[in-house]
């Protein structure tokens, strides 16, 4: 029987996924990837693995996660910017330590309990959306490459979630960013010595209309929050001056976004399909009409015929042709 190293957390998602990998003829052994520290996380993981009956590895990434996760994150707010850290952590982190400590164990195939499919085709491996529309998570799955993708198996890309669910007494799950343990985004950052300094808030003609309390505390497209008058929302982030900028919800369409960053499956497919659509958030509006791709000195400019609403400097803009991720990016502007 083959075995497939299984990124387990103990929860769910990971526990169904160890039953589907063994109905497809697998022998999973669990790796539970310690990112945050959490010893309650730990024990629980390697009580479930047990019960199960599977081996159980664990593997400190406490450093790497800090420096290219939650490092990344503070920087980001700290600069006006809007980042997923979840997508960062898949790429830079899971998949990887996942594909490394195969290696170590002479080990060829890798899983997680994401919601996702791996499809090939010419030779080339995409990210496919899961079967549960509304538990894909292929949308954070951009950043990985071909060779954790020609290495990855989806248990749970043919699963419904409410499915999963009944199967199970215990129904809770993590929600959220993982090391924020719940806490505001503003109360965390603070702790992380992010500083909130006020500074003005001024409509897009220039008009002080309000005083703010730290620009790491705003996204755009946020209509409360201290300071924004009623009726109006954030329209722009001014890291420089310390300054928000405030609109109405009309001056959030836009047509043209730059990406930077990018991992595309092939380069010639994104440039000259016909049927490309795109994503720049996990839920909420996204542009419904196919785009055209050109590519330009920072990655790729992406103009629409359906506006995209409200991105954000910092956003990951995902690229589909319908069920496949044919690649991905960072905004890195829009107008």
């Known amino acids: 029987m083959e075995r497939v190293l299984l990124g387990f957390s103990g929860g769910i998602d990971s526990c169904t996924s160890v039953q589907r990998l063994q109905d497809m003829g697998y022998q999973p052994i669990a790796l539970t990837i310690d990112t945050i520290g959490d010893a309650s996380m730990l024990a629980l993981a390697r009580e479930k693995a047990l ?16 420096r290219d996760v939650i490092d990344y994150f503070c920087s980001e707010y700290a600069l006006g910017h809007t980042p997923a850290p979840c997508t960062r952590c898949n790429s830079l982190i899971k998949w990887r330590i996942l594909a490394s400590v195969a290696d170590s164990l002479g080990i ?3 899983a997680t309990g994401h919601y996702f499919n791996v499809v ?15 538990k894909d998570q292929s949308y954070y799955l951009w950043g990985l490459d071909q060779d954790i993708l020609r290495r990855a198996i989806t248990p749970m890309g043919n699963a419904i979630k409410s499915d999963v669910k009944r199967a199970f007494e215990d129904k809770r799950e993590s ?7 719940g806490a505001p985004y503003a109360e965390f950052l603070c702790s992380y010595g992010v500083k909130m300094t006020e500074g003005e808030i001024v409509t897009s003609d220039g008009v002080v209309c309000g005083c703010h309390n730290g620009i790491a505390r705003y996204t755009i497209g946020q209509r409360r929050g201290v300071g924004i008058p009623e009726g109006m929302c954030v329209v722009g982030i001014d890291a420089e001056r310390n300054s928000l900028i405030v609109g109405t919800k009309s001056m959030l369409h836009y ?19 016909s049927d490309i659509t795109i994503k720049i958030r996990g839920i909420g509006r996204n542009p419904q009409l196919p785009v055209s791709v050109e590519r330009c000195a920072e990655g790729y400019v992406v103009t629409t015929v359906d506006s995209a609403y409200a991105p954000a400097v910092g956003q990951p803009l995902v690229f589909y042709r319908d069920n496949l991720v044919i690649g991905g990016g960072i905004v890195v502007s829009f107008n």
Request: aromatic share 10%.
């Open 51 to 66: 019960a199960l009956g599977i081996e159980w590895h664990a593997y400190d990434a406490r450093e790497a996660f800090k």
């Open 120 to 134: 090939e085709s010419g030779g080339l491996y995409y990210v496919a959306k899961g079967v549960d529309a509304d």
């Open 175 to 181: 929600m959220g960013i993982c090391f924020l343990h």
């Open 255 to 273: 047509h043209r976004l730059v990406v930077s960053g990018c991992n595309v499956v092939n380069e010639s497919e994104l440039l000259t399909a």
């Open 108 to 110: 060829e195939h890798i």
